[in-house]
């Protein structure tokens, strides 16, 4: 019972931080990130938030990380108006590396289809 409250609660984060991010956050820094994914502790403490960004130069990465942690309070306290919890978990910003991955993998495969032609 406890891992499919845990996993609810996941979508609903996950749900009400994209919207958040919308809707309440006005910094540029934080225009066109995607949240991917949520991970939350099995004592739902901590809540750690996977996210993607379009670009993949470091220095645009390094500014939507900064953007997330000066907005890091905002979207705690947003979630916890918005969220029927007895706390609100603490959040913990994430790049997700897989989307990137995907597309080096893409782009590797690719390189071999036209090396045999």
């Not at 309440?24 to 995607?34: F, I, K, M, S």
């Not at 979207?75 to 609100?88: A, F, N």
């Amino acid at each position: 019972m406890a891992q499919y409250r845990v996993g609810r609660l996941e979508q609903e984060i996950q749900r009400e931080v994209t919207d958040i991010l919308l809707k309440r956050v006005r910094d540029p820094r934080v225009e066109g990130v995607t949240v991917t994914g949520v991970q939350v502790t099995g004592d739902l403490q901590e809540a750690t938030i996977y996210y993607s960004i379009l670009s993949d130069k470091a220095s645009s990465a390094e500014k939507t990380a900064d953007g997330l942690k000066k907005a890091t309070g905002l979207i705690r306290s947003e979630l916890g108006s918005r969220l029927s919890i007895y706390k609100t978990p603490e959040l913990v910003f994430e790049q997700d590396k897989s989307v990137q991955y995907g597309s080096r993998i893409d782009e590797l495969l690719n390189d071999l289809h036209h090396q045999e032609r």
